[in-house]
Every structure is written in C-alpha cells, then in structure tokens.
Nanobody, 124 residues
Framework: QVQLVESGGGLVQPGDSLRLSCAAS????????LGWFRQAPGKEREFVVAISWSGNTTYYADSVRGRFTISRDNAKNTVYLQMNSLKPEDTAVYYC?????????????????WGQGTQVTVSS
C-alpha cells in the first residue's frame, strides 16, 4: 500500500512559479512510475506529466511542455512538479498518482494510488 500526500499549491499571479511536492509512504516507491494529473472546475481530470521509476523517462502533456518540469528523489520518496509561467488555465486541483507496474502512461486507470490533491489557482 502506498499513500501519497501533495503539497505546495496556492494562489499565484499569471507568470509566477510554484513547486508542488508529493510525498509517498512505502518501501517500493522507487520502483513506481509517478504522474501528475489535474482537474479544473467543471472539467474532467486530465493528464499533466509522468516520470519513470529511474527518472530517465518523462512525458508531458502538450499544454504544459516547456513550462512544467517533473523530477523525483527516490531517497526522499518524493516527486516534484516545478511549474513556471503559470497561466489562468492552469488553475485546477493537482493530483499525484503512482503506477506500481512502473509504466509511464497518460491513462488514469493505469495508476493504482492517488493523493487527495492540492489546489493551484492562477489569477490576477
């Protein structure tokens, strides 16, 4: 069993940066692929980015590529999402998820564990 806890959300202005963190429990964290998803008000949850267990493979949604960066520290059981040049359309609840097969995927159903989410609001 893995528990994921996100942090770092908040209210920022357009163009600002935020770094989200997702701390995980469980000894097998380092073997899991991890992903970030988000859900904006009135919309379905969507894929943002994923990273392999080693950190060598990443995959970004077109909407965030070049602005967001995912990284992980397996020694700290933590995955990060650095978000730069934030836009109002980035406003959403951001969720961390873990895939125990270690597969980098955009498919939500392939993720076995989910955090509770952290709110990111981008507004002037």
């Amino acid at each position: 069993q893995v528990q994921l806890v996100e942090s770092g959300g908040g209210l920022v202005q357009p163009g600002d940066s935020l770094r989200l963190s997702c701390a995980a429990s469980g000894r097998t964290f380092s073997t899991y692929a991890l992903g970030w998803f988000r859900q904006a008000p009135g919309k379905e949850r969507e894929f943002v980015v994923a990273i392999s267990w080693s950190g060598n493979t990443t995959y970004y949604a077109d909407s965030v590529r070049g602005r967001f960066t995912i990284s992980r520290d397996n020694a700290k059981n933590t995955v990060y999402l650095q978000m730069n040049s934030l836009k109002p359309e980035d406003t959403a609840v951001y969720y961390c998820a873990a895939n125990q097969e270690g597969v980098v995927t955009t498919i939500q159903g392939r993720y076995d564990y989910w955090g509770q989410g952290t709110q990111v609001t981008v507004s002037s």
